[in-house]
Protein backbone atom coordinates (compact mmCIF):
# COMPACT_ATOMS: atom_id res chain seq x y z
CA UNK A 1 0.00 0.00 0.00
CA UNK A 2 2.57 2.61 1.00
CA UNK A 3 4.51 2.06 -1.78
CA UNK A 4 1.72 1.99 -4.42
CA UNK A 5 1.31 4.89 -2.61
CA UNK A 6 4.67 6.73 -3.25
CA UNK A 7 4.69 5.45 -6.87
CA UNK A 8 1.59 7.87 -7.51
CA UNK A 9 3.18 10.67 -6.16
CA UNK A 10 6.21 9.76 -8.04
CA UNK A 11 4.22 9.36 -11.62
CA UNK A 12 2.38 12.51 -10.42
CA UNK A 13 5.10 14.70 -9.90
CA UNK A 14 7.14 13.17 -13.08
CA UNK A 15 3.90 13.78 -15.44
CA UNK A 16 3.57 17.76 -14.26
CA UNK A 17 6.89 18.14 -14.92
CA UNK A 18 7.01 16.71 -18.86
CA UNK A 19 3.13 17.35 -19.73
CA UNK A 20 4.65 21.16 -18.63
CA UNK A 21 7.88 20.61 -20.00
CA UNK A 22 6.71 19.64 -23.87
CA UNK A 23 3.90 21.84 -23.68
CA UNK A 24 5.23 25.49 -25.20
CA UNK A 25 1.39 27.01 -24.34
CA UNK A 26 2.57 26.56 -20.79
CA UNK A 27 5.60 29.66 -21.28
CA UNK A 28 6.06 30.62 -24.56
CA UNK A 29 2.92 33.31 -23.59
CA UNK A 30 4.29 34.62 -20.67
CA UNK A 31 8.22 34.65 -21.90
CA UNK A 32 7.01 37.01 -24.73
CA UNK A 33 4.42 38.91 -23.38
CA UNK A 34 7.11 39.74 -19.92
CA UNK A 35 9.63 40.57 -22.65
CA UNK A 36 7.49 42.97 -24.32
CA UNK A 37 5.34 44.63 -21.44
CA UNK A 38 8.34 44.87 -19.51
CA UNK A 39 6.97 42.48 -16.83
CA UNK A 40 9.32 42.69 -13.65
CA UNK A 41 10.82 39.25 -12.29
CA UNK A 42 8.17 39.32 -10.08
CA UNK A 43 5.45 40.37 -11.69
CA UNK A 44 6.34 37.55 -14.56
CA UNK A 45 6.30 34.74 -11.32
CA UNK A 46 3.31 35.74 -10.11
CA UNK A 47 1.00 35.85 -13.16
CA UNK A 48 2.54 32.74 -13.93
CA UNK A 49 1.77 31.25 -10.73
CA UNK A 50 -1.76 32.55 -10.76
CA UNK A 51 -2.49 31.24 -14.08
CA UNK A 52 -1.03 27.77 -13.10
CA UNK A 53 -3.34 27.50 -10.40
CA UNK A 54 -6.03 28.05 -12.35
CA UNK A 55 -5.05 25.52 -14.99
CA UNK A 56 -4.93 22.39 -12.21
CA UNK A 57 -7.70 23.50 -10.51
CA UNK A 58 -9.86 23.12 -13.03
CA UNK A 59 -8.91 19.92 -14.27
CA UNK A 60 -9.05 19.39 -10.60
CA UNK A 61 -12.91 20.16 -10.16
CA UNK A 62 -13.43 18.29 -13.58
CA UNK A 63 -12.19 15.06 -11.67
CA UNK A 64 -14.17 16.27 -8.22
CA UNK A 65 -17.51 16.38 -10.46
CA UNK A 66 -16.64 13.10 -12.25
CA UNK A 67 -16.05 10.90 -8.59
CA UNK A 68 -19.12 12.48 -7.31
CA UNK A 69 -21.28 11.89 -10.14
CA UNK A 70 -19.44 8.50 -11.21
CA UNK A 71 -19.10 9.57 -14.69
CA UNK A 72 -17.39 7.28 -17.09
CA UNK A 73 -13.75 8.22 -17.43
CA UNK A 74 -13.71 8.69 -21.34
CA UNK A 75 -17.01 11.17 -20.98
CA UNK A 76 -14.50 13.23 -19.03
CA UNK A 77 -11.63 12.84 -21.22
CA UNK A 78 -14.06 13.81 -24.21
CA UNK A 79 -14.56 16.83 -22.04
CA UNK A 80 -10.61 17.68 -21.57
CA UNK A 81 -10.40 17.30 -25.00
CA UNK A 82 -13.25 19.73 -25.65
CA UNK A 83 -11.13 22.59 -23.63
CA UNK A 84 -8.45 21.98 -24.91
CA UNK A 85 -9.66 23.03 -28.37
CA UNK A 86 -11.22 26.16 -26.98
CA UNK A 87 -7.88 27.18 -25.50
CA UNK A 88 -5.97 26.51 -28.33
CA UNK A 89 -8.47 28.58 -30.37
CA UNK A 90 -8.04 31.18 -27.54
CA UNK A 91 -4.77 30.99 -27.96
CA UNK A 92 -4.38 31.69 -31.75
CA UNK A 93 -6.81 33.88 -31.61
CA UNK A 94 -5.38 36.55 -28.78
CA UNK A 95 -1.93 35.52 -30.69
CA UNK A 96 -3.22 36.88 -34.22
CA UNK A 97 -4.80 39.73 -32.69
CA UNK A 98 -1.80 40.74 -30.50
CA UNK A 99 0.24 40.23 -33.69
CA UNK A 100 -2.15 42.35 -35.57
CA UNK A 101 -1.81 45.33 -33.00
CA UNK A 102 1.59 45.57 -32.89
CA UNK A 103 2.10 45.63 -36.03
CA UNK A 104 -0.23 48.21 -36.07
CA UNK A 105 1.68 49.87 -33.44
CA UNK A 106 5.14 49.69 -35.40
CA UNK A 107 3.65 51.21 -38.42
CA UNK A 108 2.81 54.03 -36.79
CA UNK A 109 4.99 54.52 -34.15
CA UNK A 110 2.40 54.59 -31.62
CA UNK A 111 3.95 53.11 -28.02
CA UNK A 112 0.13 52.97 -26.47
CA UNK A 113 -0.93 50.30 -23.84
CA UNK A 114 -2.68 47.41 -25.55
CA UNK A 115 -5.78 46.50 -24.14
CA UNK A 116 -9.24 44.38 -24.58
CA UNK A 117 -10.71 45.58 -22.63
CA UNK A 118 -10.88 49.63 -20.80
CA UNK A 119 -7.89 49.20 -18.13
CA UNK A 120 -9.31 52.55 -16.17
CA UNK A 121 -9.73 50.78 -12.98
CA UNK A 122 -10.55 54.13 -11.25
CA UNK A 123 -13.69 52.63 -9.31
CA UNK A 124 -12.82 50.22 -8.00
CA UNK A 125 -15.81 49.00 -5.88
CA UNK A 126 -17.16 48.25 -9.30
CA UNK A 127 -14.90 45.39 -9.76
CA UNK A 128 -15.33 42.22 -9.72
CA UNK A 129 -13.40 40.12 -6.70
CA UNK A 130 -10.21 39.25 -9.37
CA UNK A 131 -9.79 42.54 -10.78
CA UNK A 132 -9.80 43.64 -7.06
CA UNK A 133 -6.67 41.29 -6.49
CA UNK A 134 -5.06 42.35 -9.70
CA UNK A 135 -5.34 45.92 -8.57
CA UNK A 136 -4.14 45.14 -5.33
CA UNK A 137 -0.94 43.30 -6.90
CA UNK A 138 -0.32 46.56 -8.91
CA UNK A 139 -1.13 44.36 -12.24
CA UNK A 140 -1.86 48.00 -14.64
CA UNK A 141 -2.55 46.00 -17.37
CA UNK A 142 -5.41 43.82 -16.48
CA UNK A 143 -7.15 42.96 -19.51
CA UNK A 144 -4.26 40.71 -21.12
CA UNK A 145 -3.80 38.90 -17.92
CA UNK A 146 -7.55 37.97 -18.17
CA UNK A 147 -7.12 36.43 -20.86
CA UNK A 148 -4.39 34.30 -19.85
CA UNK A 149 -6.50 33.57 -17.35
CA UNK A 150 -9.38 32.54 -19.55
CA UNK A 151 -6.81 30.49 -21.65
CA UNK A 152 -5.36 28.86 -18.71
CA UNK A 153 -8.78 27.86 -17.42
CA UNK A 154 -9.57 26.08 -20.42
CA UNK A 155 -6.85 24.60 -21.06
CA UNK A 156 -6.49 21.09 -19.28
CA UNK A 157 -4.25 18.78 -17.70
CA UNK A 158 -5.12 15.89 -19.39
CA UNK A 159 -2.31 13.74 -17.61
CA UNK A 160 -4.02 14.46 -14.29
CA UNK A 161 -7.77 13.44 -14.86
CA UNK A 162 -6.89 9.70 -14.93
CA UNK A 163 -4.59 9.43 -12.48
CA UNK A 164 -6.46 11.62 -10.06
CA UNK A 165 -9.55 9.02 -10.56
CA UNK A 166 -7.31 5.80 -10.49
CA UNK A 167 -6.18 7.36 -6.92
CA UNK A 168 -9.67 8.21 -5.68
CA UNK A 169 -10.58 4.37 -6.29
CA UNK A 170 -8.00 2.32 -5.79
CA UNK A 171 -7.07 4.19 -2.46
CA UNK A 172 -9.21 6.72 -0.80
CA UNK A 173 -9.60 10.66 -1.32
CA UNK A 174 -7.01 11.84 0.74
CA UNK A 175 -4.41 9.96 -1.69
CA UNK A 176 -6.14 11.66 -4.52
CA UNK A 177 -6.02 14.58 -3.13
CA UNK A 178 -2.38 14.48 -2.66
CA UNK A 179 -1.52 13.33 -6.08
CA UNK A 180 -3.41 16.38 -7.18
CA UNK A 181 -1.39 18.69 -5.36
CA UNK A 182 1.59 17.07 -6.09
CA UNK A 183 1.18 17.36 -9.89
CA UNK A 184 0.27 21.07 -9.22
CA UNK A 185 3.28 21.71 -7.26
CA UNK A 186 5.60 20.31 -9.84
CA UNK A 187 3.47 21.75 -13.11
CA UNK A 188 3.85 25.52 -11.90
CA UNK A 189 6.91 24.73 -10.32
CA UNK A 190 8.24 23.59 -14.15
CA UNK A 191 6.50 26.63 -15.72
CA UNK A 192 7.95 28.73 -13.60
CA UNK A 193 11.57 27.96 -14.00
CA UNK A 194 11.24 27.96 -17.87
CA UNK A 195 9.87 31.22 -17.95
CA UNK A 196 11.85 32.88 -15.52
CA UNK A 197 15.30 31.36 -16.82
CA UNK A 198 14.21 32.28 -20.72
CA UNK A 199 13.46 35.85 -19.54
CA UNK A 200 16.88 36.00 -17.82
CA UNK A 201 18.44 34.74 -20.62
CA UNK A 202 16.40 37.25 -23.07
CA UNK A 203 17.36 39.81 -21.35
CA UNK A 204 20.68 39.60 -21.88
CA UNK A 205 19.96 40.68 -25.82
CA UNK A 206 19.54 43.84 -26.35
CA UNK A 207 18.34 44.42 -30.45
CA UNK A 208 17.32 48.17 -30.87
CA UNK A 209 16.96 48.06 -34.25
CA UNK A 210 14.03 45.63 -33.86
CA UNK A 211 12.57 46.92 -30.16
CA UNK A 212 9.55 49.05 -32.20
CA UNK A 213 8.35 45.44 -33.86
CA UNK A 214 8.54 43.44 -30.15
CA UNK A 215 4.49 43.47 -29.94
CA UNK A 216 3.94 42.14 -33.01
CA UNK A 217 6.69 39.15 -32.48
CA UNK A 218 5.15 38.70 -29.61
CA UNK A 219 1.90 38.48 -30.85
CA UNK A 220 3.34 36.12 -33.43
CA UNK A 221 5.33 34.04 -31.14
CA UNK A 222 1.80 32.96 -29.51
CA UNK A 223 -0.13 32.74 -32.87
CA UNK A 224 2.89 30.29 -33.83
CA UNK A 225 2.33 28.31 -30.19
CA UNK A 226 -1.12 27.95 -30.53
CA UNK A 227 -1.18 26.77 -34.40
CA UNK A 228 1.50 24.42 -33.55
CA UNK A 229 -0.33 22.68 -30.43
CA UNK A 230 -3.48 22.67 -32.92
CA UNK A 231 -1.07 20.56 -35.63
CA UNK A 232 0.73 18.92 -34.02
CA UNK A 233 -1.10 17.87 -30.71
CA UNK A 234 1.91 19.43 -28.30
Not at 141 to 152: A, E, G
Request: aromatic residues 14%; hydrophobic residues 50%.
Amino acid sequence: METSVYLLLLTAASLGIMHTAFGPDHYVPFIALSRTRNWSFKKTALITILCGIFHVLSSIVIGLIGFAFGIALEHLETVESTRGEIATWLLIGFGLFYFIWGVKTSLSHNHSHFNLLSDNHSHIHNQSFFDKVLHFLKIKDQSTVWVLFIIFIFGPCEVLIPLFMYSASQHNFTIATLVAIVFGIFTISTMLVIVLLSIKGLSLIKIKSIEKYSHAIAGFTIFICGISIKLFGL
